[in-house]
C-alpha cells in the first residue's frame, strides 16, 4: 500500500521499517540516514564495534552539542505467520502504520532527520553544534554500541550537551510522558551451599532452602525507600530459584537464585549490595553473592532542555507532558554518565516489542514537528 500523504517524515519511515535491521544488523539503515545528513552540511563517521555499526553525525564545531539519539535495530519479530501482515512491509491501516519498528524506534529516526532538514531550511546559521548518535546494538546486548561511542567521544574530549533520545515515551497519547530519567537496574546471581541428604534424616543434611527461606522473606519486608520528587520506589523482585535434584526423597546440597532491584536514586548500587549483604551475615547461611549492575539511575534536573520539550509538547498537544522516569532501562544510561542532560520523546508505546506493531501516522508527523521546536529553543538566539 502506497503512503500518499506526501510527508517527509512518513516516506523515510517507510524506507527505514523495509530494512530488516533486527539486532545487532544495522540492514543499512545508516547509510540511508548518513546520505540525508551529508547534504546538511553534517560530518558523519561510523564507528564499528564488533559487529555493531554506530553512527556519530556532527553539524558544527562549536559548544553546546544538542544531539539526538536512537537505534536503528528491532526485536525479531517472533513467528512471522502471527503478524497480519510482513513486519517489514509497511502497511496503513486506520489512521496507524504497522511494521516491526514502526514505533521501537524508527519513527523517531525518521522524526529526526525530518525536523532537522525542516529546521536547517531556516536557521542554517544556528547557534551550537547538531549532533546524531545512531546504534544497532541497544535491544541485543548493548555493549558495542552507545556505550562505546560515549568512550570514543569521552576519550577525544568531544562532549555533549543535551541529548534528545527519541525512544517510545509516550503511553495514551503523544507527548503524555517524558522520561527525564531512568531508575537503575541491579541483578545479584545467589548460590547458597548446604549438604545434600535423606529427607528422614534431616539432621545429617543442611538443606539450603531452609536457609534461605528466612533471607529471602526479610529482604522482601524491607521498605527499600519510598522514592522521591522523580522515582517511584525502589523495587526488590526474586526472578529465580532453583534446588532439588527432582527426587522426592532427597534435600538439596545448594540453591541458586537471582534477583534484580529496580532502584532510585536514593540509593548507589554499592550501598544496596552492603545492605543485602548485611541482611545475609545477620543469618546462619553460607552464601556466595555475585552482581551484575544493568544501567545506574540517572536524572536529568530541571533546565533549559527539559523545558523546551516541555514547551514543544504543550505547544503541540495543549497539555503538559508528565515528566517520568519509569519504565525499562535505555541506553540514556550511558550518555547521561558524561554529564549530558537526557530526554526520552517518542511515540505511544503500547505496541513495542509485539506482533502487529504500529505508529500514529498523525503522531510520527507531529513528533517531527516537536523535535523541530526543540531545536529553535535550543539552538536560536
Ligand atoms: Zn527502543
Known amino acids: 500500500m502506497n503512503n500518499d500523504l506526501n510527508e517527509p517524515a512518513i516516506d523515510l519511515l517507510c524506507e527505514l521499517v523495509r530494512r530488516r535491521s533486527v539486532t545487532p544488523d544495522d540492514a543499512g539503515c545508516q547509510d540511508m540516514m548518513r546520505a540525508r545528513l551529508k547534504p546538511l552540511g553534517f560530518r558523519c563517521e561510523t564507528m564499528q564495534f564488533d559487529d555493531v555499526t554506530n553512527l556519530w553525525a556532527r553539524r558544527g564545531g562549536a559548544s553546546p552539542v544538542l544531539c539526538f539519539a536512537g537505534h536503528t535495530d528491532v526485536v525479531p519479530p517472533g513467528d512471522e ?46 547557534a551550537g553544534s547538531i549532533a546524531l548518535l545512531i546504534t544497532s546494538d541497544e535491544e541485543g546486548r548493548a555493549r558495542d554500541g552507545t ?10 574530549d568531544e562532549h555533549i550537551d543535551w541529548c534528545v533520545l527519541g525512544e517510545p515515551s509516550s503511553q495514551h497519547s503523544l507527548g503524555d510522558i517524558v522520561r527525564v530519567g531512568r531508575r537503575g537496574s541491579l541483578s545479584g546471581m545467589l548460590t547458597v551451599r548446604g549438604v545434600q541428604g535423606h529427607v528422614a534424616y534431616p539432621q545429617l543434611a543442611d538443606n539450603p532452602i531452609r536457609r534461605f527461606a528466612p533471607v529471602l522473606a526479610e529482604l522482601h519486608d524491607i521498605n527499600w525507600d519510598d522514592g522521591n520528587e522523580y522515582f517511584p520506589p525502589t523495587s526488590f523482585q526474586v526472578v529465580d530459584v532453583r534446588a532439588g535434584i527432582g527426587a522426592p526423597n532427597v534435600t538439596p546440597g545448594e540453591l541458586s537464585a537471582r534477583f534484580n532491584f529496580r532502584y532510585s536514586t536514593e540509593w548507589t548500587h554499592e550501598e544496596l549490595q552492603q545492605r543485602v549483604r548485611e541482611v545475609f551475615d545477620h543469618h546462619d547461611i553460607d552464601y556466595e553473592l555475585d552482581w551484575h549492575l544493568s544501567g545506574k539511575p540517572f536524572l536529568t534536573e530541571p533546565g533549559k532542555l527539559i523545558d523546551a520539550a516541555q514547551q514543544a509538547v504543550t505547544e503541540h498537544t495543549g497539555a503538559a507532558p508528565e515528566l517520568s522516569t519509569g519504565g525499562g532501562t535505555s541506553d540514556g544510561r550511558f550518555i547521561s554518565p558524561a554529564g549530558v542532560d537526557v530526554v526520552e520523546l517518542g511515540p505511544v508505546n503500547a505496541s513495542i516489542h509485539k506482533v502487529d506493531e504500529h505508529v500514529k501516522v498523525d503522531d510520527v508527523v507531529t513528533l517531527t514537528s516537536m523535535y523541530r521546536r526543540i531545536l529553535e529553543l535550543m539552538l536560536l538566539d
Open 81 to 126: 505467520s502471527d503478524w497480519s501482515t510482513d513486519p517489514f512491509e509497511p502497511i496503513f491501516r486506520d489512521g496507524m502504520l504497522y511494521a516491526r519498528g514502526a514505533a521501537d524506534m524508527k519513527s523517531g529516526l525518521a522524526a529526526m532527520i525530518v525536523a532537522i532538514e525542516d529546521f536547517l531550511g531556516t536557521h542554517p546559521d544556528h
Open 147 to 156: 556505550l562505546k561511542v560515549m568512550e570514543a567521544l569521552g576519550e577525544r
